[in-house]
C-alpha cells in the first residue's frame, strides 16, 4: 500500500480535498439543491423511445458538436440566441472547466466572490489557475462599486459571479454585473445555476455587445435532471469557438444529447415544479425565523440559515434524525434545500427538537 504523497503528484495539488458533499443514504436528503420533483412520466416515456433510438447507432461517435442539442437549449434560452452562442457538457461543472482552460490556467487568474460556489476555486486550482477571494459584505450582497474595485485591484483573467449565489440565495442586480463587466480586462462569467428559481432578471440580456461576457446554466435543479449531466453557457460565438480548442473530442455522449433533447421537449412540465419548490422555500423560511433564526433572503431553492454556535454539532443532530444538510463551510450557518412538504416537515420537526 502507498499513499498519495508516494505518487508524483503535482506539487499544486499536494493537500487538497476532492469535492465531498457527503452522499448518506438517509429519508430526508437535502443537501444538494436538487429538484425534490422526479421527471415526469411522458417525459421518461419520450427519453426512453430516444436513448434506446441512439442505442441503435452506438458504435459511432455521437455528433462531435452537439448541433441539435445546442440549438434546443438556445430556444429555450430565448432572448434570441442560436446554436452558434450556446455551448453544452456534462454539467455545467464541465462547462466552467472548458471556460477556465481556454481563458485562465497556469500564469493566469480567476476571481470570485466568497462565500460563493467552492467549485469555481476547486477547478481554477485543478487547471493551474492561482485563485483570488474578493468578498461580499456582511450580509452576503455584493454591491457595484465593491465589485468594481476588487477587479481594479487584482486585474484577473477571469471573474466569477453567481446569481443567485450558492450558498447564500443572494441574487445579483443586472446593473452589478454590467459593472463588472465595464471593469474586468477579462471574461466574466455569471453562474445562473438556480435562474428558473429567481426574480431578478437574467444577465442573457447583457450578452449583445459584451462579446467576453458569459452565462452558465444547468439541467440539474430547476430542470430536475441531475442525473443525467448537462450544463450549458451562453456567450459571443466566438467563445464558443475558443472552447472548441479544450474540450475532449465527442465529450458529450450520444445517450446524454438524445435525453437532454427529450427533457427540453418537456421544459414547460417540469418547470411547473417550481412554483411549489418556492413555496416550500418560502415555508421554511417562515418558519425558521419563527424559531428566532437567522436566515438570509433567498432567489433560490435553498436556504442558508443560523447562527449556531457549532454548526457542525446542529449537521450531526440533524443527521440522526435522517435529515441531511448541508455544512458548506461556513461557520455558524447550514444551507437547507427545500424539498417536498413531507421532506420539509421532517426537517422542521427534527430541528425543532435539536434545538
Ligand atoms: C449545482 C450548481 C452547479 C451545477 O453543476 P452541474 O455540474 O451542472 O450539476 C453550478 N453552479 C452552481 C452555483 C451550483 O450550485
Known amino acids: 500500500m502507498s499513499g498519495l504523497e508516494d505518487l508524483p503528484l503535482r506539487d499544486d495539488l499536494r493537500g487538497r480535498s476532492p469535492y465531498g458533499a457527503p452522499q448518506v443514504d438517509v429519508p430526508v436528503r437535502l443537501n444538494t439543491n436538487e429538484n425534490p420533483y422526479a421527471p415526469p412520466p411522458a417525459l421518461v416515456d419520450d427519453l426512453t423511445t430516444a436513448v434506446v433510438s441512439a442505442a441503435t447507432a452506438l458504435n459511432r461517435y455521437p455528433d462531435r458538436d452537439a448541433v441539435a442539442l445546442r440549438a434546443a437549449l438556445a430556444a429555450y434560452l430565448g432572448h434570441g440566441l442560436t446554436g452558434a452562442q450556446v455551448w453544452a457538457a456534462n454539467g455545467s461543472n464541465e462547462i466552467i472547466q472548458h471556460l477556465l482552460m481556454a481563458f485562465a490556467g497556469p ?8 462565500p460563493s460556489y467552492s467549485v469555481h476555486e476547486l477547478i481554477a486550482r485543478a487547471t493551474g489557475t492561482r485563485w483570488i477571494s474578493a468578498y461580499r459584505a456582511e450580509d452576503f450582497s455584493l454591491q457595484a462599486e465593491a465589485a468594481a474595485a476588487a477587479i481594479t485591484e487584482h486585474r484577473p483573467d477571469l471573474v466569477f459571479l453567481c446569481s443567485p449565489n450558492n450558498p447564500t440565495g443572494t441574487a445579483l442586480d443586472p446593473a452589478v454585473v454590467a459593472a463588472v463587466v465595464e471593469a474586468a480586462p477579462g471574461m466574466v462569467v455569471v453562474d445562473e445555476a438556480y435562474a428558473e428559481f429567481s426574480a431578478q432578471p437574467s444577465a442573457l440580456h447583457l450578452l449583445p455587445g459584451h462579446p467576453r461576457l458569459v452565462v452558465t446554466r444547468t439541467m440539474s ?3 430536475a435532471f441531475a442525473g443525467a449531466r ?4 451562453a456567450a459571443d460565438p466566438a467563445v464558443v469557438d475558443a472552447l472548441q480548442l479544450v474540450r475532449l473530442p465527442y465529450h458529450l455522449s450520444a445517450l446524454t444529447q438524445a435525453a437532454a433533447l427529450a427533457a427540453l ?3 414547460e412540465e417540469t418547470l411547473a415544479t417550481v412554483a411549489r419548490v418556492m413555496q416550500e422555500r418560502d415555508r421554511m423560511i417562515a418558519a425558521l425565523r419563527d424559531l428566532d433564526l437567522e436566515v ?5 431553492n435553498f436556504v442558508l440559515f443560523g447562527r449556531f454556535d457549532d454548526q457542525e454539532k446542529v449537521w450531526q443532530a440533524l443527521l440522526d434524525r435522517g435529515v441531511l444538510v448541508r455544512d458548506v463551510g461556513l461557520p455558524g450557518w447550514l444551507r437547507v434545500t427545500a424539498g417536498v412538504p413531507r ?11 435539536v434545538l
Open 343 to 353: 421532506e420539509v416537515d421532517a426537517f422542521l420537526t427534527a430541528l425543532r427538537e
Open 296 to 300: 438570509v433572503d433567498s432567489d433560490a
Open 265 to 267: 421537449a418537456h421544459a
Open 107 to 114: 500564469g493566469r487568474s480567476a476571481l470570485g466572490f466568497v
Open 221 to 223: 435543479k430547476a430542470f
Open 230 to 233: 448537462l450544463g450549458y453557457l
